[in-house]
């Protein structure tokens, strides 16, 4: 069983940063053992994968193209944390942030098929 709960979202205006924080509590299995990603949604569009970090030392990550550049992912596993940098915030990353987790021993994928979602932080971009 994971939990995971999501932090750091806020108001920021373009060109701004944000560091998201998603902070995972574990039974039955270890945190490092799940691939963790963050998705993102607004009212106008589903839930899109965002960026995603791989079980273990997290030694890959992936990122939509969107962002690619200008976040990114991390994992410590001694604090069960992920973290999301985002950098160059643009109007157009407005949205809700998930972080959802998958596994054990699972890779990231970019669609839904997640295991574990967090409820999510707001950022909103807008100057």
């Known amino acids: 069983q994971v939990q995971l709960a999501e932090s750091g979202g806020g108001s920021v205006r373009p060109g701004g940063s944000l560091r998201l924080s998603c902070a995972c509590t574990v039974s039955g299995n270890t945190f490092s053992s799940y691939a963790i990603s963050w998705f993102r949604r607004t009212p106008e569009t589903e839930r899109e994968f965002v960026a995603g970090?791989?079980?273990?030392?997290?030694?890959?990550?992936y990122y939509a193209d969107s962002v690619k550049g200008r976040f990114t992912v991390s994992r410590d596993n001694k604090k069960n944390m992920v973290y999301l940098q985002m950098n160059i915030l643009e109007p157009a990353d407005t949205a809700v942030y998930y972080c959802?987790?998958?596994?054990?021993?699972?890779?990231?994928?970019?669609?839904?098929?997640?295991?574990?979602w967090g409820q999510g932080t707001q950022v909103t971009v807008s100057s």
């Open positions: 970090i791989t079980w273990g030392a997290g030694s890959a990550d």
């Open positions: 959802a987790a998958r596994g054990p021993y699972k890779a990231v994928v970019r669609t839904h098929d997640y295991d574990y």
